[in-house]
T-cell receptor, first 114, second 113 residues
Framework: DAGITQSPRHKVTETGTPVTLRCHQT?????MYWYRQDPGHGLRLIHY???????DKGEVSDGYSVSRSKTEDFLLTLESATSSQTSVYFC?????????????FGPGTRLTVT | SQQGEEDPQALSIQEGENATMNCSYK?????LQWYRQNSGRGLVHLIL?????REKHSGRLRVTLDTSKKSSSLLITASRAADTASYFC?????????????FGTGTLLAVQP
């Protein structure tokens, strides 16, 4: 998986609790992305980062925040988890500055909010 | 909103047959990419075709792009059981420096041995 890990791989949490998912890369790519995948919706972009401390919203950012304090780590936080955030979350990386226009994906985190 | 829409949503073929999947999109693009996802795994990049290209090959994969019709097709020749997966198109509209992709909803391909 191109030097990308996600943790945890599976998590069950209760409604209203905060949850943080971690994406770690060893490729030194500049761009990192968080997606969620739900049946019938494909992948939808939550947030992305174009450098350390540089982040922006995607199409489904409500209820999520991100942080990137180091090139290799991109954290996704669900501030107060809701059942609608039950999903599979994928992290991806790319670096067009290096001519890498395709994205490389991590293995995913399956999150269940009860 | 989804940029790409794949067609068909599901496809079942016999091993050795060819599989064709189509993707339509709505706005102008810089490039279009195809990805494969095996059940329970992350997406894997297959092939990228730029907006000024009409056809591209990679092994048993052939991708075409028609920017006038805003559509692309992915052909897998001589399919194998191991090709069973979901296939997604993704469009890169370019502009800025964010390298964002917009994914379609995917085609589920089942190759029967």
């Amino acid at each position: 998986d191109a030097g990308i890990t996600q943790s945890p791989r599976h998590k069950v949490t209760e409604t209203g609790t905060p949850v943080t998912l971690r994406c770690h890369q060893t490729e030194n790519h500049r761009y990192m992305y968080w997606y969620r995948q739900d049946p019938g919706h494909g992948l939808r972009l939550i947030h992305y980062s174009y450098g350390v401390k540089d982040t922006d919203k995607g199409e489904v950012s409500d209820g999520y925040s991100v942080s990137r304090s180091k090139t290799e780590d991109f954290l996704l936080t669900l501030e107060s988890a809701t059942s609608s955030q039950t999903s599979v979350y994928f992290c991806a990386i790319s670096d067009r500055d290096l001519g890498v226009y395709e994205q490389y994906f991590g293995p995913g985190t399956r999150l269940t909010v009860t | 909103s989804q940029q790409g829409e794949e067609d068909p949503q599901a496809l079942s073929i016999q091993e050795g047959e060819n599989a064709t999947m189509n993707c339509s999109y709505k706005t102008s693009i810089n490039n279009l990419q195809w990805y494969r996802q095996n059940s329970g795994r992350g997406l894997v990049h297959l092939i990228l075709i730029r907006s000024n290209e009409r056809e591209k090959h990679s092994g048993r994969l052939r991708v075409t792009l028609d920017t006038s019709k805003k559509s692309s097709s992915l052909l897998i020749t001589a399919s194998r059981a191991a090709d069973t997966a979901s296939y997604f198109c993704a469009t890169d509209r370019g502009g800025g420096a964010t390298n964002k992709l917009i994914f379609g909803t995917g085609t589920l391909l089942a190759v029967q041995p």
